[in-house]
């Protein structure tokens, strides 16, 4: 996703690799795409975004790099939520020179062209850090593996992607989770019930919790995730 404005999104916890597994059965899906990310967090020493349900990351997958800023939930209904977000595509040189301290994370976030859906969220950012240094907060590593399938919404036949994650937090705790992105024509509501239905299929049950974001900071001050 890449200068979208919005992220709108379920988030599904499962609770073993094989539940994974179900749901990329019951979905019929042949193939598939797996990519192996490593998300960096950056964060003031005192945490100020944390504290205030803001995130900046770096993420590599394989070998592309993605700089990302989200803010709080704006929408949160059981295992959907809505908050805004923008995310551009940089260099490997820019991501270099960021996790070795030679760039603002949040700098070249703000050099980037920028829509007006997305200048705000940045800008909050701004006025938040304002004064503050920001420092690499730490990172985890995430296995995905992304099946684009057709579901019935609405009585409809929808391509749908889903992203099937299997990631290793700070103190090697692994949870599992299907993420599903709302495509911008589909009634999320109705995709929820398709959804369902597909873990109904599979013999699944799922639950709702916080992002990785949060889980990830939860993890580093030494709680329980």
Avoid: C, W
């Avoid at 349900?53 to 209904?77: C, D, I």
């Avoid at 960021?98 to 200048?119: F, K, N, T, W």
């Avoid at 019930?193 to 889980?215: D, I, M, S, W």
Wanted: aromatic fraction near 6%; avoid cysteine.
């Amino acid at each position: 996703m890449t200068g979208k404005g919005k992220e709108t999104e379920f988030k599904f916890r499962v609770d073993s690799q094989g539940d994974l597994d179900a749901v990329a059965k019951a979905s019929g899906a042949t193939g598939g795409s797996a990519v192996h990310q490593e998300n960096h967090f950056f964060d003031t020493p005192e945490r100020l975004l944390d504290q205030n349900k803001y995130v900046l990351r770096l993420r590599q997958e394989n070998s592309t790099f993605f700089l990302t800023a989200k803010g709080p939930s704006t929408k949160q209904q059981g295992t959907l939520t809505e908050k805004a977000e923008t995310e551009r595509e940089i260099t490997s040189a820019q991501a270099a020179a960021i996790r070795e301290g030679q760039q603002s994370v949040l700098a070249v976030l703000a050099q980037a062209p920028l829509g007006e859906d997305e200048r705000p969220l940045v800008q909050k950012i701004q006025r938040l850090v304002n004064g503050f240094h920001l420092v690499h907060a730490g990172s985890f590593s995430n296995e995905r593996l992304r099946l684009t399938v057709p579901l019935e919404v609405a009585g409809q036949e929808t391509d749908v992607t889903l992203e099937l994650d299997r990631t290793t937090f700070p103190g090697e705790v692994v949870h599992y989770e299907v993420e599903v992105e709302v495509p911008p024509t589909v009634d999320a509501e109705a995709l929820g019930h398709a959804l369902t239905a597909l873990f109904e299929r599979a013999q699944v049950k799922t639950r709702h919790g916080p992002g990785k974001a949060k889980r990830f900071f939860a993890a580093m001050r030494g709680e329980k995730i």
